[in-house]
């Protein structure tokens, strides 16, 4: 069964500080796309960020950014410059096979003004 | 493009009842997904259709629970003789390739 490790369920940030949050994940496939999700409490899922296996640079996308370690099966997300709507559920979500994703359960994330 | 709908919102029936739901995917995605997700847990992937052909099903679509995709437009879910434990958010996503899949507002099912 495909494992996606999500740790630190709950984090609270200052507004227009930084966070990062951790994925650790087993696939046994080689070129992949891995993805964060973030859930608002109105529940919708909302792709935040996609990065290619096959890519040694990190995926940049506005505030968010991540550092994906191959090798370690790591996939971590930063949301810098914090902003209240950033308050969410964040959901990393490897492949799991070709037709499907795996979540993890869940970091919450609190932005506090 | 209006994203990926899902109809009903919220449903709340009594156990023992069937319940349908819809979700008409992103125009022109082949792919579409259903995933099921409970209180503090992220969605559980359910089946997959690849057109109007259903290539995955996880166990956890008990024989209760049918899928459809017609037309390779919208699908239905399906779930006969509902239980309590039925009771969660089903979600629907959409892809056009293997990659980000495109979710929508999902509908709550509440069963009493």
């Known amino acids: 069964a495909q494992t996606v490790t999500q740790s630190q369920p709950e984090m609270s940030v200052q507004e227009a500080e930084t966070v990062t949050l951790s994925c650790t994940y087993d696939t046994s496939e080689n070129n992949y796309y891995l993805f964060w999700y973030k859930q608002p409490p109105s529940r919708q899922m909302i792709l935040v960020i996609r990065?290619?296996?096959?890519?040694?640079q990190n995926a940049t996308e506005n505030r968010f950014s991540v550092n994906f370690q191959k090798a370690a099966k790591s996939f971590s997300l930063k949301i810098s410059d914090s902003q209240l709507g950033d308050t969410a559920m964040y959901f990393c979500a490897p492949p799991y096979g070709n037709n499907r994703l795996a979540f993890g359960k869940g970091n919450q994330v609190v932005v506090i003004p | 493009d209006t994203g990926v709908s899902q109809n009903p919102r919220h449903k709340i029936t009594k156990r023992g009842q069937n319940v349908t739901f819809r979700c008409d995917p992103i125009s022109e995605h082949n792919r579409l997904y259903w995933y099921r997700q409970t209180l503090g847990q992220g969605p559980e992937f359910l089946t997959y259709?690849?057109?109007?052909?259903?290539?995955?099903k996880s166990r956890l679509l008990s024989d209760r629970f049918s899928a459809e995709r017609p037309k390779g437009s919208f699908s239905t879910l399906e779930i006969q003789r509902t239980e309590q434990g039925d009771s969660a958010m089903y979600l629907c996503a959409s892809s056009q390739t293997y990659t980000e899949q495109y979710f929508g507002p999902g509908t709550r099912l509440t069963v009493t």
């Open positions: 990065q290619e296996a096959y890519k040694q």
């Open positions: 259709f690849q057109n109007e052909a259903q290539l995955e």
